[in-house]
């Protein structure tokens, strides 16, 4: 919010286009010289949320903009940006499919790299899957059940699967 008043205003009461003079717009007192009223802008009067501009006592819409003022403006804070974490990575397209499946049926939020590099060039680098943070627990609990394959073969030994039984 500014501390003087803009050189250019409309007058409150009769809506009549004012050009205030460097002591009015410092002092925030003006008198239209149309309806003969004189208006005192208290700093923290009424605001549109949109323009910005700043009203008195009285006026509960902009003129301008046909919204509803406001006494404060809210804090504008900036946009969060979602942080995306590796799950896991795969070469094989068969289970790419199945997780992209799973994933969308479940409502997960990911987005892969090196997809379409894995069609053209297989062996150079893997699929990798990318969720946000705060759907990493939930995209777990349903990939639990999927045996990432390397080309076909299970990405797990003899050994460690007869452990696991």
């Known amino acids: 919010m500014s501390e003087i008043l803009p050189e250019e205003i409309q007058c ?11 002591q009015e717009r410092t002092e925030r007192k003006f008198a239209c010289p149309v309806c003969k009223e004189t208006f005192v802008v208290k700093k923290g ?4 949320p949109n323009c910005k501009a700043e009203f008195v006592e009285g006026i509960t819409e902009c003129p301008e903009c046909g919204i509803p003022l406001v006494e404060t403006l809210p804090e504008e804070s900036e946009e969060k940006i979602p942080q995306y974490v590796e799950i896991l ?5 068969a289970d790419i499919a199945v997780i992209k499946s799973i994933l969308d049926d479940g ?4 987005h892969l790299q090196g ?19 705060d759907q990493v627990e939930m995209t777990n609990e349903l990939l639990k059940e999927i045996l ?18």
Do not use: H
């Open 12 to 22: 409150p009461d009769c809506g009549a286009d004012l050009k205030l003079n460097e």
């Open 89 to 93: 990575s795969t070469y094989n397209l």
């Open 107 to 110: 409502g997960v939020d990911y």
């Open 148 to 165: 990432i394959r390397f080309m076909g073969a299970s990405a797990t030994t003899e050994r460690e699967n007869e452990v696991d039984k």
């Open 115 to 133: 997809e379409i590099f894995n069609i053209v060039e297989p062996w150079v680098q893997p699929v990798k899957f990318f969720v946000k943070e």
């Open 45 to 48: 009067e009424m605001i549109c």
